[in-house]
């Protein structure tokens, strides 16, 4: 009988009746390509009606026999037919609360000799299916192989929505989970204590991660408003101790997310031990708001760097509460933790009622290391809105503005000189300061000068000079300066906007050696 015979039963709904004239044309004829299409076509419609749970057996039954066609690549209108059912009984499967793993995997297996058109939408459901399915479980690298990176098709680059939620794209969903399965490690050993970190440990597949690097970057610059994707290259650059450069790339990343204690806990993987920045990021760590019980592992990993600064009262305060977390939550507590209770340290500690010192002092050192890609600048306080929390600054004659100090924990103060991170409009001349120093040598600044000699005071306006320096009628009247009088200070660089230039204005008398009276 005629494939177009065959055809035409299977589509009015007489599916046994077609299977059996497909089956004996197949049987008189087994490499007719028509007769193979034929039958191709009645186990794809069957398979829609079986694309159930409950139905999974005959499911299984009929992709066997369509496999056993053994048909070309060239049929790709029934291979994408038959991958949408595929998925579908995948997707219907992995819904279930009980465990399908093995009923899933074996359709895996067997969906992998289907040649599936690539980058169609037919290919992309299918990954869709076995993502969700697998995603957890050893097999999905295995997947990741076998689908291919190079195969997302456009709608997979995009977010989704469910119920009128924002989700993930697909794609960036793949290489979380991808990132994920690479990084499965164990701690590592630190004086003595357990350190949760990934860096160099030796049941990772280095080689892997290496080869998945260059398509994680490649995402990473052609999506920038995907999340994630740099949180987890860090992730694996850290675990195969490929650190450098890797703090620059993080940073942005690192300002969006600059409020949760775990991007903190990653940045601290990328100094060594003895770099204070690590201790300062897992301070800032644990002084942002979150669960105790998700600040343990932190909590673990900075007890060894106190010790070694012999910090032992913050030391023993971190113990005590990674321990009452573990006996409260009936965790297993190592034996290394306990062993520290029984150390001379210890016994001869008090301890802290809380590290909150430590956590402030240290998290300058945080701010300096989340703004390092931030230009540092030399700035002299012109003026300070105690009120408002607002202070004008000066660089130099081609930036000056003002900015709020509030939450910086510095109380300015005119002339003083402070190393600065902004960012601002230059024409708006207001700016958002990150990190604010102070320092003491105002060498390097270009706005700030001493100034000696005798002073000329204009009798009219109780103003005077010291050369070109201008000594306001407020420091006239403080220092109860006259004509002609030894004197020496700070000077600030001042744009007088009514003549529109600028000069030098006196902010501070330092001393007065001498007075010369006026022999006129």
């Not at 050993?189 to 030796?202: H, R």
């Not at 080689?207 to 995907?226: A, E, H, W």
């Not at 620059?248 to 990328?270: Q, R």
Request: proline share 2%.
């Amino acid at each position: 009988m005629s494939f177009k015979e065959i055809n035409s039963i299977r589509k009015s709904g007489k599916l046994n009746e077609a299977y059996q004239l497909a089956k004996e044309d197949l049987n008189s004829e087994p490499n007719n390509i028509w007769a193979k299409r034929a039958m191709a076509w009645v186990l794809y419609d069957f398979m829609k009606q079986h694309s159930n749970v409950e139905n999974y057996d005959s499911f299984l039954t009929y992709l066997n026999e369509l496999i056993a066609l053994e048909l070309s690549g060239e049929e790709e209108l029934v291979f994408s037919s038959v991958g949408f059912q595929v998925g579908s009984i995948v997707f219907a499967l992995a819904r279930q609360q009980e465990s399908n793993e093995s009923k899933i995997i074996s359709l895996y297996k067997l969906v992998k000799l289907i040649a599936i058109p690539v980058k169609t939408e037919a290919y992309s459901f299918v990954f869709k299916a076995f993502h969700k399915a697998l995603k957890n479980t050893a097999y999905y690298l295995d997947l990741i192989d076998w689908w291919g990176l190079d195969n997302f098709i456009e709608d997979d680059y995009k977010k989704g929505e469910i119920n009128g939620k924002q989700i993930m794209s697909l794609v960036e969903q793949t290489y979380i989970a991808c990132s994920r399965r690479l990084l499965l490690s164990k701690p590592i050993i630190l004086a003595g204590i357990p350190v949760i970190s990934v860096g160099g440990t030796p049941n990772l597949d280095i080689d892997r991660i290496k080869k998945f690097l260059p398509y994680l970057n490649r995402i990473i610059s052609q999506y920038p408003n995907y999340q994630y994707p740099l949180y987890f290259k860090a992730k694996l650059m850290i675990a195969i101790d490929c650190k450098e450069d890797l703090l620059t790339e993080f940073i942005p990343f690192a300002k969006s997310k600059k409020n949760d204690f775990w991007v903190w806990d990653l940045m601290s993987e990328m100094f060594d031990h003895n770099d204070d920045r690590k201790l300062a990021c897992l301070s800032k760590a644990l002084s942002l708001k979150a669960k105790d019980d998700f600040l343990i592992k932190v909590r673990t990993n900075i007890i060894p760097l106190l010790l070694a600064k012999q910090m032992y009262d913050e030391a023993k305060l971190e113990l005590h509460t990674v321990l009452d977390i573990r006996n409260k939550n009936q965790w297993k507590i190592q034996s290394n933790l306990l062993a520290l209770q029984e150390t001379e340290w210890y016994n001869n500690t008090s301890t802290n009622t809380n590290n909150k010192e430590l956590y402030s002092t240290y998290n300058k050192i945080a701010d300096q290391i989340l703004y390092c890609d931030i230009l540092e600048e030399i700035v002299v306080i012109e003026y300070v809105n105690a009120d408002k929390k607002i202070a004008n600054f000066i660089k130099d004659k081609s930036k000056r503005g003002f900015f709020k100090y509030s939450g910086l924990k510095t109380q300015p103060k005119i002339g003083e000189v402070y190393k600065v991170r902004l960012e601002g409009e230059a024409s708006k001349e207001f700016y958002k300061v990150y990190t604010l120093v102070k320092v003491e040598d105002y060498s390097e600044c270009k706005s700030l000068k001493r100034f000696s000699g005798n002073i000329s005071i204009l009798q009219k306006s109780s103003i005077g000079f010291v050369d070109s320096v201008f000594i306001g009628p407020d420091l006239v009247k403080k220092y109860e300066l006259v004509n002609n009088q030894e004197i020496n200070g700070n000077a600030i660089l001042s744009f007088n906007k009514k003549k529109n230039k600028w000069g030098w204005k006196a902010i501070k008398i330092i001393s007065q050696p001498n007075l010369v009276v006026n022999s006129n």
